[in-house]
């Protein structure tokens, strides 16, 4: 049974960064498709990244982003620690959320709208970005 654990989270000012982990256990991160999704109070979760797995159909692995943080968050894998990270740059008030990853053993490209697809959750990392 694959675990997911997130850490990195904290109180950042407007423009800072911050880089969050999600370490899997239990079983290899590979073969999974990876997600960072958010969520505040109120609202629906919202898919921020993805990354597929290394042996994903058609698309080798790669990255997808919501228009919303698209070019100021980086989605990466070290699969030697089975880790996930997401790197958030240029961090705005909006950001403020607590972020999950989420892993779904798929041999197809991710999807971050598709929150019912995912399988294995972690705990959440709570990101506060004010001033």
């Known amino acids: 049974q694959l675990q997911l654990v997130e850490s990195g989270g904290g109180l950042v000012q407007p423009g800072g960064s911050l880089r969050l982990s999600c370490v899997g256990s239990?079983?290899?991160?590979?073969?999974?498709?990876i997600a960072w999704f958010r969520q505040v109070p109120g609202r629906e979760r919202e898919g921020v990244s993805c990354i597929s797995s290394v042996r994903s159909i058609g698309d080798d692995g790669a990255a997808y982003y919501s228009d919303s943080v698209k070019g100021r968050f980086t989605i990466s894998r070290d699969n030697a620690k089975d880790t996930v990270y997401l790197q958030m740059n240029s961090l705005k008030p909006e950001d403020t959320a607590v972020y999950y990853c989420?892993?779904?053993?798929?041999?197809?490209?991710?999807?971050?709208?598709?929150?019912?697809?995912?399988?294995?959750w972690g705990q959440g990392t709570q990101v506060t970005v004010s001033s």
């Open positions: 239990g079983s290899t991160l590979d073969s999974y498709s």
């Open positions: 989420a892993a779904e053993q798929t041999p197809y490209p991710c999807s971050i709208p598709g929150v019912s697809l995912y399988d294995y």
